[in-house]
């Protein structure tokens, strides 16, 4: 049985969050669930796509996909023991859920997500 599952979640950077917004609505043909001055979020066919302006404050510079696993902790304990980089470490970014991320040997940030 796989330890993750699957990759459900890809957050983007986006210089202009209005004209984001306004693509990425045609693009998926619905309004965004999640609407705020930091962060616009769609949910479509089982995946989240988010619009993070200016990178965030973990200062994204390209799209980031967040693979789900039922445990965080024990996730990054096993990608680092195999060569990842923590860039952001655990944390919980709202109704229990939590969010880090890694960076692999080549420097792709991969991101890590669960639920609780």
Do not use: F
Not at 58 to 87: C, F, N, R
């Amino acid at each position: 049985m796989s330890s993750t599952q699957g990759i459900k979640t890809v957050l983007h950077p986006v210089s202009d969050l209005a004209a984001s917004k306004e693509m990425y609505t045609a693009l998926l043909g619905i309004p965004p669930q999640a609407d705020a001055p930091y962060y616009v979020g769609y949910e479509v066919e089982g995946q989240h796509i988010g619009l993070v302006p200016g990178g965030g404050p973990q200062g994204m510079t390209s799209p980031v996909a967040y693979w789900h696993v039922p445990d965080i902790e024990a996730k990054l304990a096993e990608v680092t023991a195999a060569g990842a980089t923590v860039k952001e470490a655990a944390h919980d970014v709202g109704d229990g859920r939590l969010v880090a991320t890694v960076a692999d040997r080549d420097g792709n940030v991969l991101g890590l997500l669960q639920d609780r």
